[in-house]
Nanobody
Framework: QVQLVESGGGLAQAGGSLRLSCAPS????????MAWYRQAPGKQRDLVAS???????TYADSVKDRFTISRDNAKNTVDLQMNSLKPEDTGVYFC????????????????WGKGTQVTVSS
């Protein structure tokens, strides 16, 4: 069973930086799109950044020019570099990936990590 595991969350001061990483716990055949989502307390889960396998990135307006998504296709990992953090960046950050688990799999399926907490103090 494929699982995504996030790491790198924690506490940061406003203006500081954190780097999140995500990797599958088991072997997978192929990974397509990868993304980071954020869920603030009492709010819905929103897309923060995404990247295609070819390296095309998109960002939420609120994080443009502050966050950078990157991936390593050989390792099937995705990172999120977060700079100039603001208190409103606080939330649980989830990794999502479109994974074809095995060569015989019919299609790509969405897999989610369990999330990592990011808290930014003012």
């Amino acid at each position: 069973q494929v699982q995504l595991v996030e790491s790198g969350g924690g506490l940061a001061q406003a203006g500081g930086s954190l780097r999140l990483s995500c990797a599958p716990s088991g072997s997978v055949f192929k990974v397509d799109g990868m993304a980071w989502y954020r869920q603030a307390p009492g709010k819905q889960r929103d897309l923060v950044a995404s990247m295609t396998r070819e390296g095309s990135a998109t960002y939420a307006d609120s994080v443009k020019d502050r966050f950078t998504i990157s991936r390593d296709n050989a390792k099937n990992t995705v990172d999120l570099q977060m700079n100039s953090l603001k208190p409103e960046d606080t939330g649980v950050y989830f990794c999502k990936a479109q994974i074809k688990p095995a060569m015989t799999s019919y299609d790509y399926y969405d897999y989610w990590g369990k999330g990592t907490q990011v808290t930014v103090s003012s």
